[in-house]
């Protein structure tokens, strides 16, 4: 019976990873060699200290402490304050838990603190015990820096990205999807936590699924389990309901986040969410529009190549109208940025889109691209690196790409971009193209 059950697992497993394998495919352009998955060893802890702590935004002026005890009875509270050791301030949270397969996670933690003063460290502890995190709170005006990173997984190459990343100076970490790549190997999420601890704790992450966080077994367990458990995002307090697309605004940007992997045709919730949310953007208070999602639009790879052609026929419309600015996805094992663009052509009144699915996942990078280049791809190569958005000003931002293969400081692709808002594009669109995103 033992030997049955082992098999069983054994094959659900494999199947479950079969479904999320792409094969890398290959290119004269020599990168260097893959670098294996990152091994954990076991660290016992205490079973009421706090594990894989991260923070996210939870509304205005507010953050969320995430963190997981071994422990079922240790409390959902942070102390925090603005000096070390001296919690002037106690919030109280929530918990929960869940089960995968024969898996039973720990208790999962997510307490809102705040009202919290804008770019400001506060010092803080989970559950009235264990060690002293800090975060610093993003800036209430420009300038403010997103790093940016999808696909991550657990490699050496995911260990350089973090590295590079910590170097830079940021004030929100965006992840367009593909997480722990744990792919129903649940304790791969634990290991995960403890990966980006250091970084995760001390800035917010503001994630979204990716097809590595689908672990839907059929008839066996739902979809998005164990990344909605853990990774909370504001998406009630952005009039969403569901954890899968949300929004929130940070020092004049407003960001949407989009799910590829939930219903998005005009008869979906997440459709009618999304056209509520733009139409409510006020951009005097938000001049800039980036909305971040998984699957691209805009992909002139071969890997995945028509895989986000639904969603954009969907909801293209609504961000052309609405005056998206910058658009970034992963999916793609790559780097791709291009030019202003819409309905598949360039645009100057479109957005730019950029993929950036080259964490360090561990099925390697994506190297074959369609030939010739479309006249719409600007920048294109499969490297492993992450990315940078200083916006400036209401009207001037700076993207730069960094491959993990050089130093932080080197920029391997880098440009100015300006937000529509001061370029004319909004009041020349007709009423025709803006009429959708009010009607009823």
């Known amino acids: 019976m033992k030997m049955e059950t082992k098999t069983m697992i054994s094959t659900i497993l494999l199947l479950c990873v079969l479904l999320s394998i792409s094969l890398p495919v290959r290119t004269d352009y020599v990168r260097p060699l893959p ?47 603005t ?30 603190i705040g009202p919290l003063e804008h770019d400001t460290v506060y010092f803080y502890r989970c559950g009235g015990q264990g060690p002293e995190f800090q975060l610093k709170t993003p800036p209430g005006q420009f300038p403010v820096t997103f790093a940016v990173a999808g696909d991550l997984g657990q490699t050496g190459w995911t260990k350089s990205t973090l590295d590079h990343i910590d170097k830079c100076i940021y004030d929100i970490h965006l992840l367009p999807g593909d997480l722990s790549y ?24 503001m994630v979204t699924q990716g097809n590595h966080e689908k672990e839907k077994i059929p008839f066996l367990t739902d979809g998005f389990a ?27 940007v407003h960001v949407v986040m989009l799910g590829s992997y939930t219903d998005y045709d005009e008869l979906s919730d997440q459709y009618s969410w999304l056209k509520a949310d733009l139409s409510k953007v006020d951009r005097k208070k938000t001049p800039w529009l980036v909305v971040s999602f998984h699957v691209p639009w805009y992909n002139s790879n071969h890997a995945h190549k028509g895989e986000g052609d639904g969603m954009m026929a969907a909801m293209e419309p609504l961000l052309y109208a609405a005056g998206v600015d910058l658009v970034l996805t992963g999916h793609v ?22 993929t950036i699915g080259d964490g ?9 691209y369609v030939q010739p280049k479309p006249e719409w791809s600007v920048f294109r190569e499969a490297s492993f690196g992450h990315g940078e958005l200083k916006i400036v000003n ?22 100015w971009i300006n937000s529509l808002i001061g370029s004319g594009c909004l009041e020349e669109k007709t009423y025709e193209s803006r009429k959708i995103l009010f009607s009823p």
């Open 35 to 81: 670098r294996k998955n990152l091994q954990f060893s076991w660290n016992p802890k205490h079973p009421s200290l706090p594990q894989q702590v991260h923070v996210s935004l939870a509304g205005e002026n507010h953050m969320r402490i995430s963190w997981i005890t071994d422990g079922k009875s240790a409390p959902s509270i942070v102390e925090y304050g």
């Open 83 to 112: 000096s070390p050791g001296q919690y002037a301030l106690t919030s109280q949270g929530e918990a929960t838990s869940y089960n995968y397969l024969f898996y039973s996670s720990g208790k999962i933690h997510h307490t809102v």
């Open 182 to 205: 744990a792919d129903c190997l649940q304790h791969r999420w634990d290991t995960f936590g403890e990966l980006v601890q250091p970084l995760a704790s001390a800035r917010p992450w």
């Open 226 to 252: 164990s990344y909605n458990a853990r990774w909370r995002m504001p998406f009630e307090e952005s009039e969403s309901t569901s954890n899968l697309y949300y929004s929130f605004e940070v020092a004049g």
């Open 333 to 354: 094992h790559a780097y791709e940025r291009s030019k202003r663009v819409n309905n598949g052509k360039s645009d100057p009144c479109g957005a730019v889109h950029i």
């Open 360 to 368: 360090g996942n561990r099925e390697g990078l994506a190297q074959k």
């Open 394 to 415: 209401s009207t001037h931002a700076f993207w730069s790409w960094h491959r993990n293969d050089d130093d932080e400081p080197v920029r391997s692709d880098q440009v």
